[in-house]
């Protein structure tokens, strides 16, 4: 029986973390998420921290894969709801910048807009629905209008670019002659769009078909567990 209390601090906090997020999310978190949640700056100590976990026996570790982390023992305090899938295949997806899930905002023009390293993220293949990688963005979610619908301020949104929608669709809607972007269900009547939140204190955005382009839509979430 492993001694829970005999970790670090930082140790327990890191497996708590862990099992919080793939009770969520279903897949194991990276080290970037690790050390953003636990306030560790350096990814060498994040490292350091995970390799003493391994050689407690909470937690197996494959460097060949990315997200290669699966818990092995029981956190106590904790019960577990899900199986999770730690053999997911992962690709890498750009944060190409923000969406408003509340009052529209400014989103970077697409054509030439540099992606650093840190806004690559690491998104298991399952969550692009079978789309092609290469057909998919990310974008980071500010604000709450989008609350009922399970997105929260700080989530990472998965989409597939195309400019049509159905009824229903959350998409991420271009607003050309407000050059601003928001995140919202669509409706369309004739040549008016509806684009709805999904809060009861937000009101609808109503405008003319000639002035929404849609750029994606929702494919997936990935929670911010911060």
Request: aromatic share 6%; proline share 4%.
């Amino acid at each position: 029986m492993k001694d829970f209390k005999k970790l670090s601090k930082r140790q327990q906090n890191i497996l708590k973390f862990m099992f919080r997020y793939m009770e969520d999310q279903g897949f194991p978190p990276t080290i970037r998420e690790i050390g953003e949640a636990c306030d560790i700056n350096s990814t060498s100590v994040v490292n350091y921290n995970l390799n003493k976990l391994v050689a407690a026996g909470y937690l197996e570790r494959s460097n060949k894969v990315s997200r290669g982390l699966r818990l092995i023992a029981d956190i106590p305090g904790t019960t577990s709801k899900k199986r999770v899938r730690t053999d997911s295949v992962v690709t890498q997806i750009g944060i190409v910048g923000r969406i408003a899930a509340g009052e529209p905002i400014s989103l970077p023009d697409d054509s030439g807009h540099h992606i650093d390293d840190d806004d690559i993220i690491d998104v298991p293949i399952n969550l692009l629905n079978g789309y092609d990688e290469s057909e998919v963005f990310a974008l980071k979610v500010k604000g709450d209008s989008m609350i009922d619908a399970m997105i929260q301020d700080g989530d990472i949104i998965i989409l597939r670019q195309q400019n049509t929608a159905n009824n229903g669709d959350m998409v991420a809607a271009w607003l050309t002659q407000d050059n601003e972007t928001t995140l919202k269900h669509f409706f369309k009547d004739a040549d008016q769009i509806r684009l709805q939140p999904a809060h009861p204190t937000y009101a609808p955005i109503f405008v003319h078909a000639s002035n929404c382009e849609i750029k994606g839509k929702v494919l997936s979430v990935i929670r911010n567990m911060r």
